[in-house]
Nanobody, 118 residues
């Protein structure tokens, strides 16, 4: 059974930093594309960043240059380093994994709240 568990969210002031972690179990995550999504109150969920099994990274325009996605295959864990945070980054952040190679995630974590104060 595939499980994803996020951690690292919290309250931070604008221009601060946070690092989110996503620990996978029940699967060797290094074989799969993983991603971070976020959902702010009253808004649709949006894709933040993806990382493929080969290490190719893509980012939403809104976070380019500020966020870095990475993975530690030995720990079966994905990370999101968030720097220069802005109040508009406030959201619940979810990690996700595509285990069926369809290009869409099919397993999700429970989410971790990130709140950026101005």
């Amino acid at each position: 059974q595939v499980q994803l568990v996020e951690s690292g969210g919290g309250l931070v002031q604008a221009e601060g930093s946070l690092r989110l972690s996503c620990k996978a179990s029940g699967i060797i995550a290094s074989f799969n594309t993983m991603a971070w999504y976020r959902q702010a109150p009253g808004k649709q969920r949006e894709l933040v960043a993806t990382i493929t099994s080969g290490g190719t990274r893509n980012y939403a325009d809104s976070v380019k240059g500020r966020f870095t996605i990475s993975r530690d295959n030995a720990k079966n864990t994905m990370y999101l380093q968030m720097n220069s945070l802005k109040p508009e980054d406030t959201a619940v952040y979810y990690c996700a994994i595509d285990t069926t190679y369809t290009g869409e995630p099919d397993h999700w974590g429970q989410g971790t709240q990130v709140t950026v104060s101005s």
